[in-house]
């Protein structure tokens, strides 16, 4: 089958899924024939996702939330504001989808998360079954294990959730665990869908803590906790605009541009891992082993923080206090039912994607029936 990608250019995680996932479905014998990347303005596409597809790689501009003035957390009513007034040209992007996907020639489409490739299912009904893959989707889970604070922060992220699959034919909500599937939600539960790099890089304990964090002004506390702590080596990795690709602080603090088989190098060989909350990052540092510490950004990222909590994967802080860090280091033990569960990744998402589409061609079939009659049999 012939598959167009349609990807949430934000932060790296649904970037690196769908670059994974473009593999597994070739060596599947399937074809990705083009990937469109919503992106901002603000949050330029990163390079080794272009170098790194194989399929043509187009973006378009899509809404995108903006970080506070310290860059931390998200400037929700800037974000509203911003967002409402590049409408129009959202609509254009909606329109570009659309031609996009008629122009494909694909048997499915196949959305990490993105909100105008909803919409635009929503409007024009695109005669292509469309799949939607995040761990996003279990939000919609009856048993998900949503944290307590921030209850209308959480309906808002829900709506948000559900707009981006509108018309969906299947969701695949990616999952720390094995759960039931939720069939009156449409939605299929599978493992995380991790690089080959990551289940097959040799891992050491190392001497350090790495880190990744999406906006950069959490280096602010990061450096604060080195001042006070400068025989811990330290290598983080940031989003800071204009940055070098490496920025020295001294001879034990060190920020990264974005790159991912750098980063991927580094945190299979340290010692432990903090980040903003991130799905991804911190489903490789679970099937790693390395303990986390996650410091959310914003409420999803709380989600997925309380999640792994429960998992036993890291702990929650409001700061980057690597000395919480380094205690819960000591008595964490690898997670071996995580290991054993996203083995089973490729099969499972490769199957329901193969389904999805039977099930869709099946159905049009019965309606349009061998003669062209139209029967109400869905």
């Not at 996702?49 to 399929?55: E, P, T, Y």
């Not at 559900?162 to 599978?190: E, I, K, N, W």
């Not at 923080?305 to 000395?323: N, P, R, T």
């Amino acid at each position: 089958m012939k598959v167009v990608f349609a990807v949430q250019g934000e932060g790296r995680g649904h970037l690196t899924q769908a670059l994974t996932l473009e593999k597994m479905l070739t060596d599947h014998g399937h074809q990705v024939v083009k990937i469109l990347v919503g992106q901002s303005q603000a949050r330029p596409m990163p390079a080794f996702f272009g170098q790194r597809a194989k399929a043509p790689v187009q973006g378009f501009l899509s809404p995108n939330f903006l970080p506070s003035k310290a860059n931390k957390t998200v400037g929700l009513g800037k974000s509203i504001a911003f967002n409402i007034l590049k409408s129009p040209s959202y609509l254009s992007s909606i329109r570009f989808l659309n031609r996009q996907f008629k122009e494909s020639g694909a048997d499915l489409i196949i959305n990490f998360y993105e909100i105008l490739t909803g919409l635009c299912h929503y409007v024009y009904h695109p005669d292509i079954p469309m799949v939607c893959i995040g761990h996003q989707y279990m939000f919609l889970h009856p048993d998900y294990p949503f944290p307590k604070a921030h209850y209308l922060s959480q309906k808002r992220m829900m709506a948000f959730t559900r707009a981006t699959c509108l018309g969906a034919t299947r969701l695949l909500g990616l999952s720390f665990r094995h759960v039931p599937d939720d069939d009156a939600h449409l939605l299929s539960v599978v493992p995380p869908i991790l690089r080959k790099e990551a289940l097959n890089t040799p891992r050491l304990h190392g001497d350090y803590i790495t880190g990744y964090i999406l906006n950069s002004g959490f280096s602010e506390s990061i450096m604060q906790w080195h001042t006070k702590h400068p025989e811990i080596n330290l290598h983080f990795f940031w989003d800071k605009c204009n940055s070098e690709e490496t920025t020295r602080i001294d001879d034990t603090l060190t920020f990264h541009a974005i790159d991912d088989h750098k980063f991927l190098h580094y945190l299979a060989n340290c010692r432990a891992y903090a980040t903003t909350g991130g799905f991804e990052s911190v489903c490789e540092a679970m099937y790693m082993g390395k303990p986390v510490m996650m410091v959310p950004a914003h409420v999803e990222q709380e989600c997925n923080a309380h999640e792994a909590k429960l998992q036993g994967a890291g702990i929650v802080a409001d700061q980057f206090d690597m000395d919480q860090l380094l205690e819960f280091s000591q008595a964490h033990e690898e997670d071996i039912k995580f290991r054993q569960w996203e083995n089973e990744a490729e099969l499972m998402v490769i199957s329901r994607l193969e389904t999805a589409v039977g099930q869709y061609r099946h159905a049009e079939t019965i309606r349009f029936g061998i003669f062209g009659t139209t029967f109400s049999t869905i």
